[in-house]
């Protein structure tokens, strides 16, 4: 290690046991919500602390690949439900006929009742044509967007703000909508807004939709 290496260092102690127990309530409390948000304004300073979570995330060759569209008015927010209706009318016949009763009970309301949603993209590009840790597994800066959505969603957590993921929808609609350009990849558009209650468990486990695999069912020791 250089003398300039470690004037960079800081402590990596584990952390005391309230931050420490802290980060894992963040974690396992977090919920992907559909309805139950209020119409309590997300101020400015909240939305970018969260922004700010979501730019520290671990990125390949620090590429930073993720641009955050902020949508606030209420007559785009309609259109992008609109977008989603349509889509959401194809999905439903895609399931069996059980599958599509419990699906229909479903509320996926939190484009509209969220007063911010926010349409997370990829820049492939950035970072040049060659990218360290990307030489190989050209989808890395696809990885490292996902992971600025977790962060986002945590911090969210601990800020008792509700972030829910909505992927029923045509890509090129959103694009249009939103005046993507082409090179980026639309990653996830999150519904972000504050909320009074959260299921105690997954909503789809909840509502009997599939339940969480047992953990020692998926970890595998040296091969599958």
Not at 44 to 50: A, C, I, N, P, V
Not at 100 to 115: F, H, S, V
Not at 161 to 172: A, K, L, N, P, T
């Amino acid at each position: 290690m250089t003398k300039s290496d470690s004037q960079h260092l800081v402590s990596a102690n584990a952390f005391g046991t309230a931050d420490r127990a802290a980060v894992y309530k963040a974690i396992e409390t977090r919920r992907d919500v559909r309805d139950q948000f209020t119409s309590r304004e997300v101020s400015k300073e909240l939305l970018y602390r969260l922004l700010d979570a979501a730019h520290h995330a671990p990125s390949v060759g620090f590429s930073q690949p993720w641009d955050f569209v902020v949508v606030r008015s209420r007559e785009k927010r309609q259109q992008v439900w609109e977008a989603f209706s349509r889509a959401n009318a194809e999905a439903t016949e895609m399931f069996d006929k059980d599958k599509r009763k419990n699906y229909g009970t479903l509320k996926l309301e939190g484009i509209r009742k969220a007063p911010v949603n926010i349409c997370v993209t990829c820049d492939r590009s950035r970072g040049g044509k060659v990218v360290l840790g990307k030489t190989h597994n050209p989808m890395m800066d696809i990885y490292s967007s996902v992971c600025a959505v977790q962060n986002l969603w945590l911090a969210a957590r601990a800020e008792g703000v509700g972030v829910g993921w909505v992927s029923i929808f045509h890509d090129r609609d959103i694009r249009e909508l939103l005046n993507i350009p082409a090179q980026l990849e639309i990653i996830a558009y999150l519904c972000v807004g504050h909320v009074d209650e959260l299921y105690s468990e997954p909503e789809l486990q909840a509502r009997s939709w599939a339940k969480r695999l047992p953990l020692e069912d998926i970890v595998h020791d040296e091969e599958w």
